[in-house]
């Protein structure tokens, strides 16, 4: 073989060479699991409504603060959000990071295997969810088989809103905002809402004690002691084998919400919402109805009442371990993220007491899961409404508080739309829920029953 001379030229050019190889393998490197963190993007994606997409203008702080990483924030319809995610996972373009602010809940993105787990990257980080304002109970709502899928960044609790106007003329002392107040019952909010009642065949006189939005429809039931959904639901990854709609106790939650329209006559029907409210209209905005239950994204538009208003807890059922519903919204990791460390720290970034103070403000009332950062949101609704007041509700809340069957029962809302189909026709006067129920019983166990064999073939 020939020797070739090796000048200190050519040695200075091949230094050069091997440095730019160096550098495009380190480049490289950082593209995949485990990188180094080098110019990398990571891409968020969200539904495009203005109290998701306030994410964009964290961006540019978290961009300066990590300079190796990039954010993209992809937005879809809301109509289009589960169908366009899966059509990107499907093509292996999947976002980084997103959460279950679809129709598809937590569960069924477990079920499809969309999601990374994160528990790793927790460790690595000595992650304490204390740390962040979090109980281990609220971490823990997303972690399944001991390992680590989402970490909460929003917390919805549900509460009572109550018209104050309503209270003052009919002489009635204001509803208690402590959960710990146990003369605040059911019982004694029907009472309440008897007195506050004025029933009229004139939409326009018509006035009522309570709209109880609580939960789902079929959710609902469990306030007033009934299971819907057999116990093997909460142990095996969201999937109940039975349903218990037929049972005594859920044909009696029904006909109790029914009675609420029909027979005591201090709730409003659909058909008076449509007629004072409109079409998907609150009817408590109309200030003809004293009280209201829901998810906590009701307060958005006490500031626009033309009463005045008052937050209270959701009073006391049947059932101690379901008395708040809880929506509370992770960040996961898609399971295909070539970028999951930078995912992690986005996610966490999300979560720091004033990035949270910071989108309760711009996002316009989305509430913290870092309740170090929940003084900011009390204080956002007044003076419509008591800081104090708000600050006893939402702690209440997320003491009594169950999380919603949306995020735990996969495929649920092909589940719910059965349940719709048949609850609804309890908004007939002469519905019967005993026969309603029977109904409802037969084809949900036969839904699930489908469902579990295309699981288990899956």
């Not at 990398?40 to 540019?60: C, G, N, S, Y």
């Not at 007629?275 to 009280?291: E, L």
């Not at 992770?330 to 007491?353: F, G, R, T």
Request: charge should be negative; aromatic fraction near 10%; include cysteine.
């Amino acid at each position: 073989m020939k020797k070739s001379k090796l000048t200190v030229g050519s040695f200075a050019f091949m230094l050069l060479v091997s440095s730019v190889l160096t550098a495009c393998s380190d480049t490289k490197g950082a593209n995949n699991e485990g990188g180094d963190s080098k110019n990398v993007t990571i891409t968020q994606f969200v539904p495009d409504l203005p109290d998701k997409t306030f994410v964009e203008k964290l961006v540019p702080d978290f961009e300066a603060a990590h300079p190796n990483i990039k954010v993209k924030i992809m937005k879809a319809p809301y109509s289009e959000f589960d169908s366009k995610l899966q059509s990107l996972v499907a093509a292996g373009t999947a976002p980084d990071v997103t959460s279950h602010w679809g129709e598809m809940g937590f569960a069924e993105f477990i079920d499809k295997g969309m999601l990374r787990d994160m528990s790793d990257l927790i460790k690595a980080d000595n992650f304490k969810a204390t740390d962040h304002g979090m109980t281990d109970d609220v971490m823990n709502i997303y972690k399944v088989d001991g390992k680590n899928y989402g970490i909460p960044v929003y917390s919805y609790t549900s509460l009572m809103l109550y018209n104050k106007d309503m209270f003052d003329k009919a002489g009635l002392p204001y509803p208690p905002a402590d959960f710990e107040d146990k003369s605040w019952t059911f019982d004694k909010m029907m009472e309440v809402a008897k007195k506050l009642s004025k029933p009229s065949d004139d939409p326009q006189k018509t006035e009522f004690g309570i709209d109880w939005g609580w939960a789902e429809k079929d959710m609902r039931l469990i306030y007033f002691g009934a299971k819907v959904y057999s116990d093997d639901t909460w142990t095996n990854g969201g999937h109940p084998t039975a349903s218990y709609f037929n049972s005594p106790e859920a044909i009696k939650a029904n006909q109790r919400i029914h009675d609420m329209i029909y027979k005591d006559k201090v709730m409003p029907s659909k058909e008076f919402t449509k007629a004072v409210a409109g079409q998907g209209g609150d009817p408590f905005a109309t200030g003809k109805v004293g009280m209201s239950v829901a998810g906590a994204w009701i307060l958005a538009s006490v500031k626009d009442y033309s009463f005045k208003v008052g937050v209270a807890a959701v009073p006391v059922g049947y059932n101690d371990k379901a008395r708040d519903v809880l929506y509370i919204d992770p960040l996961v990791i898609l399971k295909d993220s070539k970028h999951p460390k930078e995912a992690y720290e986005w996610i966490k970034y999300q979560l720091q007491k004033d990035v949270q103070e910071k989108a309760i403000e711009l996002s316009g009332g989305t509430p913290p899961s870092n309740q170090q950062a929940a003084e900011k949101y009390f204080n956002l609704y007044a003076p419509a409404i008591d800081p104090k007041d708000l600050k006893k509700v939402v702690e209440g809340g997320l003491k009594h508080g169950t999380e919603s069957y949306n995020h735990l029962i996969s495929s649920y809302s092909h589940i719910l739309d059965v349940v719709n189909n048949e609850m609804d026709q309890l908004d007939n006067e002469k519905a019967n829920a005993a026969a309603i129920n029977a109904v409802m019983d037969k084809k949900v166990n036969e839904l699930l029953t489908e469902l579990n064999t295309k699981y288990k073939k899956n």
